[in-house]
């Protein structure tokens, strides 16, 4: 079953990594690398001592935030946020079904939220994913913090500095879908930024940002059961990627 490890272990472990009380926290997790978390008995119960462990940390100032993404639009789906599962994880769709959690209406990059901002981050939706006023800008806006958990530091918020740096091998793409809201279809549009599928070569590559990451102040790491937690801010996190693009604009592609 793995190393075991405690609810007290899960909060020591937050603050460590440099997480506390206020922060707006977006979380890639694969919790079950963890190991055996004692207490719970099912899949609910261990997600429910992760939610209740990093909400104690963050305190009743703090955000939880988690990915809820579904690619909906770019897979001719409907979307429906009450209902469409998330595709990131164990933790993220326990998030979108428990009372008092928030989903945003992004139908390929929604977020589930919890927390005094929850609102806030969930409104963000501008059509256009990546870009001003989205929710990766809000959570910058706020000096917000990204932790993976069992991950390494490619974060999603990469595509937004990448966005931001207007970088030559990605571009807006609109994709056209159905979405369903107070029980209504209607038609809307979702933009993704997005890299040609005949140029596998420009694909993401985060491998080298991760070995860099792990070097600087800024980022910082703890063991937890038989896997760590990363955490960083995300302003210094989007002045490390923006200095190393500016010298090596195609670093976060497989084809540099």
Request: a negative charge; aromatic letters at 14%.
């Amino acid at each position: 079953m793995g190393r075991s490890y405690t609810y007290q272990d899960i909060c020591a472990a937050l603050r460590n990594a440099g997480i506390g009380e206020g922060d707006s926290l977006f979380i890639h997790s694969n919790i079950g690398f963890f190991g055996t978390l004692e207490g719970a008995n099912d899949p609910a119960g261990l997600c429910g001592q992760f939610v209740g462990a990093i909400r104690e940390v963050l305190g009743k100032e703090g955000t939880l935030i988690v990915p809820t993404f579904t690619y909906s639009f770019c897979h001719g789906e409907i979307f429906d946020p009450d209902r469409t599962a998330s595709g990131c994880g164990l933790l993220a769709e326990y998030m979108r079904t428990i009372p008092g959690s928030l989903r945003s209406m992004d139908p390929n990059f929604s977020v589930a939220a919890m927390g005094r901002l929850a609102k806030y981050y969930t409104d963000a939706w501008p059509h256009e994913a990546f870009g001003a006023d989205s929710f990766w800008e809000r959570l910058l806006k706020q000096n917000g913090r990204i932790a993976c958990f069992n991950f390494d530091g490619g974060s999603t918020f990469v595509h937004y500095v990448e966005r931001c740096c207007n970088v030559p091998y990605r571009y807006n793409k609109a994709f056209n879908g159905v979405m369903i809201q107070d029980g209504k279809e209607y038609r809307d549009y979702a933009v993704h930024y997005v890299y040609a599928q005949e140029r596998p070569e420009d694909g993401p590559y985060f491998e080298r940002l991760d070995k860099l990451l792990r070097e600087q102040t800024f980022c910082q790491r703890e063991s937890l059961g038989r896997g760590s937690i990363l955490s960083f801010p995300v302003k210094e996190y989007k002045e490390f990627i923006e200095e190393i693009l500016a010298m090596r604009p195609r670093f976060l592609t497989k084809g540099e």
